[in-house]
């Protein structure tokens, strides 16, 4: 406060804030928190200064970004599963939200494949959801080829992350198409305290990365005893963690036929390359072997550890 005295919201609900903004009458707090299964939903909450709880105003399944106060409103980017990124003038009490900009108004003639939001769990219990976009002209009972596309599956359903397999055009090929949004890490837990600390967690045993596979396959499975995806026609892509993703299905699995992949994020000679000594000082900090064992005025050559890196 004004006066250096400290008020805290303790209740449950003030955890998971992603923004906050004071309120027009400067006695309460607005903010938005991520909820719901597997966090795949924004609450809007208002919390008045002292309060023991926040009260939630609204729910929403579309993404909500970027976000300024203006008077009792909230100026935001929102996107939805068929709605690309507009600017909307949004009522922080009602979720009512007024087009202010958008940048593609001809979205509306577009013929979008069909968009169904699905929850399950993996293996270990732990809460995943994605999207399941079938051909426009689908037909009940057909089976159709799969496309996985990964990792993150909040906002406009483009082509996963980076945009790189285009979810849309798929379905439009006659793809059913599931946007799979990778679970929160197994790496969270009570003795992690900093970043390297949930990563090294998340490494040990693979576990993070055996339970993201789960999850996936979870995903299949839920799609295949609905008869809707001809098991033996499955592609996954990804992009950075998902090409990890892909990469280990493509190992692992049984129920992968093809994999279309782009660049990783665990390439320690091209983390090395591209990032530099605090990389390979961040690696080796979780766990993950390096693969230079020199130093910063060693020369121009990079001498490599290959057992370290095997």
Same mark, same amino acid.
């Given at each position: ?38 966090? #795949?939903?924004? *609450?809007?909450? @208002?919390?008045?200064? !002292? ?5 939630? %105003? $609204? /729910? ?91 990792? #993150?599956?909040? *906002?406009?359903? @483009?082509?996963?992350? !980076? ?5 849309? %055009? $798929? /379905? ?108 390979? %000082? ?29």
């Amino acid at each position: 406060m004004a006066d250096g005295a400290k008020l805290s919201c303790d209740a449950l609900a003030c955890s998971d804030v992603v923004n906050a903004w004071w309120s027009s009458s400067g006695n309460e707090v607005i903010f938005l928190r991520q909820e719901g299964w597997g966090n #795949s939903q924004l *609450g809007m909450y @208002r919390w008045q200064l !002292g309060a023991d709880e926040a009260i939630r %105003a $609204f /729910a929403t399944d579309d993404l909500l970004f970027g976000c300024q106060a203006q008077a009792r409103y909230l100026i935001c980017a929102h996107e939805a599963s068929t709605q690309p990124r507009r600017i909307v003038r949004l009522d922080p009490n009602t979720g009512v939200m007024t087009p202010i900009y958008d940048p593609n108004p001809e979205v509306g003639r577009w013929r979008f494949g069909t968009v169904e939001r699905l929850e399950w769990k993996s293996e270990l219990g732990t809460e995943t959801f994605g999207d399941l976009v079938l051909p426009p002209d689908h037909r009940p009972g057909e089976r159709y080829p799969l496309i996985i596309s990964t990792y #993150s599956s909040k *906002g406009f359903l @483009r082509g996963g992350t !980076g945009d790189e397999y285009p979810v849309q %055009a $798929f /379905a439009s090929r006659g793809y059913a198409v599931l946007s799979f949004n990778r679970p929160r890490t197994v790496g969270f837990t009570p003795s992690a305290r900093t970043s390297v600390d949930v990563n090294r967690n998340a490494l040990t045993g693979w576990s993070d990365r055996k339970n993201v596979h789960s999850a996936l396959e979870e995903g299949i499975r839920l799609l295949v005893s609905r008869g809707i995806v001809d098991e033996s026609r499955i592609g996954v892509t990804g992009l950075s963690e998902g090409s990890a993703i892909a990469l280990w299905a493509t190992f692992y699995s049984d129920l992968i036929a093809a994999t279309a992949i782009s660049s990783c994020c665990t390439s320690e000679v091209g983390n090395m390359a591209c990032r530099g000594l605090s990389m390979r %000082a961040n690696s080796g900090d979780t766990g993950i072997p390096v693969c230079w064992s020199g130093t910063p005025n060693s020369g121009s050559k990079l001498p490599l550890n290959i057992t370290s890196a095997d």
